[in-house]
């Protein structure tokens, strides 16, 4: 009986010891923003259990100092780029996997980081939870487009977060290199919480997300306009931190309009307060200009609701067909209108909807995909070199 314990122990460094390092560069809640949410997910599957994870919490963004550059984030710049060098030298890990964000204005600091791992040994993966490479090497003057390509070039691939974000590398990285794994959020399912929903209105549509230009806010308020001029039976609920004063502007200028029937519930980043909202919707509305994923469509998928989004990024991969959801010309507030009051119409359709997506979002976009299939990427990598 001892001699098997010891050898259980045993077994079980060896398997460890087999396991590779990865050293995850990323960000962790609070805020709960989109690639906080990713990562908090990986680190909540199996992912954890089946590689050696160490993380570095590389924590710069916040809504107020968005697409800012502060002494606060150079300074944090500094200390994590230190701790990142230790973590490399004294660790050695066999991966870096990097939360890149490929936008000009942190380029230098994305360059940094991923050219000092490359330059140390390790295997450098990028975690691309956008689209926008093409978009950055474009954009950069010739001496930092040639950074960029290097970067790419000597890079041990790249995972996105959908099959047509494969086309924006074309001519800067191998195909074989790019790996596909969607978003996914915490199932909600046992949460027995109180629906919130607006009291006396038949119909609820829900905007939940951040409240600003790129994210389609104004395009939400004109829909939202025309839907209430011509349905009297419909509330709209808007939750989500505020781009600026502009916004809050026109978000009260809606209300005084339409009062009683134009909710705002802030900022939520609680879980059991975000179910309940959603719970109580009818139908959820995202009209993004400029997104690649959308992790808040799987919020609504996970409580079976009926989804209008704008057609961008890798948004039609997740909605499938018009089975999952209805898609519209993003910023054409017209369309938007007409296919939300299409559903309004159409009660049997919203149900089946709503069934549809729950299912697709327990097919395709559980926790237990997720960690598995990030797992298979680094044993590939690790048979293929």
């Known amino acids: 009986m001892l001699l098997r314990r010891v050898f259980g122990v045993i077994m079980n460094i060896m398997s460890k010891s087999l396991q590779p390092k990865v050293l995850v560069c990323g960000v962790l809640p609070p805020p709960f923003f989109g690639h906080s949410v990713i990562y908090q997910m990986l680190m909540a599957s199996s992912f954890p259990a089946n590689v050696r994870v160490r993380f570095l919490n590389m924590h710069f963004w916040s809504y107020q100092t968005n697409k800012k550059v502060t002494g ?31 936008y000009r204005m942190p380029f230098w600091k994305d360059f940094l980081f991923c050219a000092t791992g490359i330059a140390l040994g390790r295997r450098v993966v990028f975690h691309d939870l956008g689209q926008y490479v093409r978009e950055l090497h474009d954009g950069l003057p010739v001496f930092q487009r040639a950074l960029l390509r290097w970067m790419l070039r000597h890079s041990a691939g790249s995972i996105v977060m959908g099959e047509s974000v494969r086309a924006t590398y074309k001519g800067l990285m191998n195909n074989e290199k790019i790996f596909v794994v969607p978003g996914v959020v915490e199932d909600t399912k046992t949460f027995a919480v109180v629906p919130n929903r607006p009291a ?14 790129p994210k389609g806010i104004y395009v939400a308020f004109e829909a939202a306009a025309r839907i209430l001029r011509v349905r009297r039976d419909v509330a709209v609920t808007f939750a989500g931190p505020l781009e ?21 519930l802030g900022y939520v980043d609680d879980a059991r307060e975000r179910t309940a909202i959603f719970r109580g919707a009818d139908v959820f509305m995202f009209t993004t200009l400029r997104d690649v994923f959308g992790l808040v469509l799987l919020h609504a998928m996970a409580e079976g609701l009926p989804i209008v989004a704008s057609d961008e990024g890798t948004i039609p991969e997740i909605l499938l067909d018009e089975g999952h959801g209805l898609l519209f010309a993003k910023g054409e507030a017209s369309e938007l209108v007409a296919k939300i009051l299409w559903l309004a ?41």
């Open 72 to 102: 606060q984030k150079l300074v944090k710049m500094v200390k994590y780029y230190l701790q990142y060098v230790a973590a490399i030298v004294f660790w050695r890990p066999r991966y870096v996997l990097y939360n890149s964000s490929f």
């Open 200 to 213: 006396g209105w038949l119909l609820n549509v829900l905007y939940f997300s951040h409240m600003s230009r």
């Open 244 to 264: 600026d004063d502009e916004v809050a502007r026109k978000l009260d200028e809606l209300q005084q309009a339409y009062p009683g029937r134009v909710r705002y």
């Open 345 to 385: 119409e159409n009660e049997v359709h919203r149900k089946t909807m709503g069934v549809a997506n729950r299912k697709r979002f327990e097919e395709v976009y559980s926790l237990e995909q997720y960690g598995a299939i990030m797992t298979n990427i680094f044993r590939t990598l690790d048979v293929c070199t």
